[in-house]
Each structure stands twice: as C-alpha cells, then as structure tokens.
C-alpha cells in the first residue's frame, strides 16, 4: 500500500489573493512534511486580528504584501503524517500550533525570562522556518504563501516541530485553537 505520507494531499483551503478580496475556497494540494516537519488535519481554526491586518495590508506596511496567501494562525488539529527526523510527535496526536517556535536548546528558551526562541525566531516571512519555501500549490500547481509558517485556513498545513504542542484530546477543540494565539498574548480574537 502506498505510504499516504509522502504524497501530496488534495483539499480545500481559504486563499487570499489579494489585499481586502474576499477569502475563496479553492482545491489546492499540500505537499509532504519536509524533515522536522509534520503535517495536521486541522480541526478547528479561529479568526484573530492579526490575520485580519494582513489581509488589508497596503503597500506601505512594514513589510510588503505577499499573495496569494494562506491566513490563519490559531487552531487545533490532528498529527496526520511526520517528516524525517520527527521523534517528538506521531500521528494521531492532538496538537496546537504556535506561531513563535521553541527549540529548547538555546540561551532564550533555556530563559525564565522571555519565549523568543533564537534558533526559531518570529517571523512574518510567506514560508517555512527551515527553507523559506510553502507546501501549498494552487490547482494550477503556482505556490500559495505561508502565514506564520501556520496557515490554518485550510483543512491540511504543515508546521514545524518547533512551532507546535500537544495538547489533551480531552480539550475542547473550539478552546484549544486559541491556545496558539489569542490565550497567550492577550489579543482579542
Ligand atoms: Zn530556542
Ligand atoms: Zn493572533
């Protein structure tokens, strides 16, 4: 039987292609997780201002509009495959991703003081940590950026294994999505 998890899958996600235009739902394909990397069926996603902002983002922002793009950056989903090297993660976990990685290794994540991981840094970049590059195709196979190296708005993304926790099955779903994002900094969502 082929291995499910070194193909791309097939599903609908809520594309931005442009600054203020209304969110499409379009058939796009989500390659593999790279190495480090896992992919998650995203169960529940939730709408935060951030994603808003950058959905109107002008011109002159401080950085420049990238589209098409895929928003969202809290949710709650279930591990569905894992790429090479993964140990900390196996498929069926329920987990949150976050939008700031932590390494565990470094001075800053070894800090009481702050959670701005030196090795992951915060990044606004449209792909992955790692690579720089999107696992989002449209059905044109033309790459549809990354948001927050999260891009919830889709049933399928990929993230980093920095940039994600498991959390209870227990957890309501609709709760557990603004883990990620709205709980911890204090954002309205
Ligand atoms: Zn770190
Ligand atoms: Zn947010």
């Not at 090297?85 to 702050?114: M, R, Y």
Request: charged residues 20%; contains cysteine; negative net charge.
């Amino acid at each position: 039987m082929e291995d499910q998890s070194l193909t791309p899958i097939r599903c609908k996600a809520a594309v931005c292609r442009a600054n203020g235009a209304p969110l499409v739902i379009e058939e796009i394909l989500v390659d593999p997780p790279k190495s480090y990397e896992i992919r998650i069926k995203i169960i529940c996603t939730s709408l935060c201002h951030t994603d808003l902002t950058f959905w109107r983002v002008k011109e002159d922002f401080v950085v420049p509009p990238v589209f098409p793009r895929i928003l969202g950056h809290e949710a709650y989903g279930v591990v569905e495959s894992i790429g090479e090297h993964v140990e900390e993660f196996a498929v069926g976990d329920t987990v949150v991703p976050t939008f700031l990685g932590q390494c565990d290794a470094c001075s800053s994540c070894a800090s009481e003081a702050n959670n701005m991981c030196f090795a992951v840094p915060f990044s606004i970049s449209p792909g992955m940590r790692r690579d720089g590059t999107t696992r989002f195709r449209d059905a044109h196979g033309a790459p549809l950026h990354n948001f927050l190296a999260v891009s919830s708005f889709s049933q399928y993304t990929v993230v980093d294994v920095n940039q994600v926790v498991k959390v209870d099955p227990a957890v309501p779903p609709k709760l557990a999505c603004l883990l990620g994002c709205g709980a911890g900094t204090g954002e309205p969502c």
